[in-house]
C-alpha cells in the first residue's frame, strides 16, 4: 500500500501559494524522506521551474479548474482523484511539519477518512468553543478541524469526496438549505466540509485524529479587546534550523500557521537548503 502526502496550490502574487507548498513539502522530506509529495495545480505552469523539484509528482485538476471564488481549495473534491497514493494526509498549504508522522500513519491507516476534533493553541491548549465554530454552533453542524486529514482510496472515501463535489460548487445553494443563523457572504472550506460530514450523516462515525497545533488569536484567552485579524501582528516568532518558537513556546508536531505573511523567503530558504543538505549527504 502506498502512502504519501498532498496538497493543492495556485500560481499567486509573488508565487506564495506554492512557496508555501514549497516549505510544506521541505519540512516532510526532512522528517519523513520515504514517503512522497504531491501538489496538485489548476495547471502545470503554475509551478516555477526552480520550485519543480521539490515534489515527487505535480498533478493538473482533471477536471477543471472551477474558479468563482479566487480559492482554488473549492477544488477540494478533486484531491481524490489526484493523489497517487492508497493511504492520503492532505495538508493545507499554511502548514509545517516538524516531527515523525510514523505514529500517526499507524493509527489513521485503521479508519477510511479521518478528520481531527480539536487542536491546541501555541502554548499546548485545547481550546473549544472558538469563535471559528460560531456559525456551525449556531447551525447544529459538525466541528471537525480540516487543515488536515487523511484519506484512503476505497468506496467510502470515494462517496465523501463526490458529496464535497456538490456541496463546494453549489456553495450558496448549500448555504440557504441548511446555515439559517449567520449565515457568511464568503466561500468556507472547514463549514462547507462539515456540512458535507453531515449530510452523510458521518458527524458521529469519524473516530481518531491528527493532532496539530492550530496558530490563531481566537484560541487562546488574551485580555486585549482591540486584536488584529492576523496573529503574526500581535505576536512573536521565529524559526531557525526547525525550531519553530512562538512567543518563547517551542512549537512542535504539525504546525498550522495560517497566515499568509507568515512564511518570507529566509524561512522558504532555510528549508530547501537543509533538504539539499541531506541530498548531497545521501548521495
Known amino acids: 500500500m502506498t502512502q504519501g502526502y498532498v496538497t493543492i496550490a495556485t500560481k499567486s502574487v509573488d508565487d ?11 519540512s516532510l522530506k526532512l522528517i519523513d524522506p520515504d514517503r512522497e509529495f504531491c501538489l496538485v495545480v489548476d495547471k502545470f505552469d503554475s509551478v516555477p521551474q526552480k520550485y519543480e523539484d521539490t515534489f515527487d509528482s505535480i498533478v493538473e485538476l482533471p477536471y477543471g479548474h472551477y474558479d468563482p471564488t479566487e480559492d482554488i ?7 481524490y482523484s489526484c493523489s497517487p497514493y492508497d493511504q492520503t494526509i492532505y495538508f493545507d498549504r499554511h502548514m509545517l511539519v516538524t516531527v515523525s508522522l510514523d505514529d500517526i500513519w499507524d493509527s489513521v491507516t485503521l479508519h477510511d477518512y479521518i478528520f481531527t476534533p480539536h487542536t491546541v493553541n501555541y ?3 485545547s ?30 472515501s470515494q462517496q465523501l469526496f463526490k458529496m464535497l463535489d456538490i456541496v463546494l460548487k453549489e456553495f450558496r445553494r448549500v448555504y440557504a438549505q441548511f446555515v ?6 464568503y466561500f468556507d ?11 452523510l450523516g458521518e458527524e458521529n462515525s469519524i473516530h481518531g485524529t491528527i493532532p496539530y497545533t492550530l496558530l490563531r488569536l481566537d484560541n487562546i484567552t488574551l485580555d ?31 504546525i498550522c500557521y495560517s497566515s499568509d505573511q507568515f512564511l518570507d523567503t529566509e524561512i522558504l530558504e532555510e528549508y530547501r537548503q537543509r533538504v539539499r543538505d541531506i541530498n548531497i549527504n545521501i548521495n
Open 16 to 26: 506564495m501559494q506554492i512557496k508555501q507548498a514549497v516549505a510544506l513539502a521541505s
Open 73 to 79: 481549495t473549492i477544488n477540494l473534491w478533486q484531491v
Open 189 to 199: 472550506l472547514n463549514l462547507l466540509i462539515n456540512i458535507t460530514i453531515k449530510l
Open 123 to 125: 502554548r499546548g491548549e
Open 224 to 254: 486585549d479587546e482591540d486584536l488584529p485579524l492576523d496573529w503574526v501582528d500581535y505576536m512573536s516568532y521565529w524559526i531557525s534550523n526547525g525550531v519553530i518558537k512562538v512567543s518563547n513556546h517551542r512549537v512542535n508536531g504539525i
Open 127 to 156: 481550546i473549544t468553543g472558538t469563535e471559528q465554530f460560531y456559525v456551525h454552533n449556531k447551525n447544529n453542524l459538525p466541528t471537525y478541524y480540516t487543515d488536515v486529514f487523511y484519506f484512503s482510496k476505497n468506496e467510502r
Open 180 to 185: 439559517t443563523e449567520s449565515r457568511p457572504n
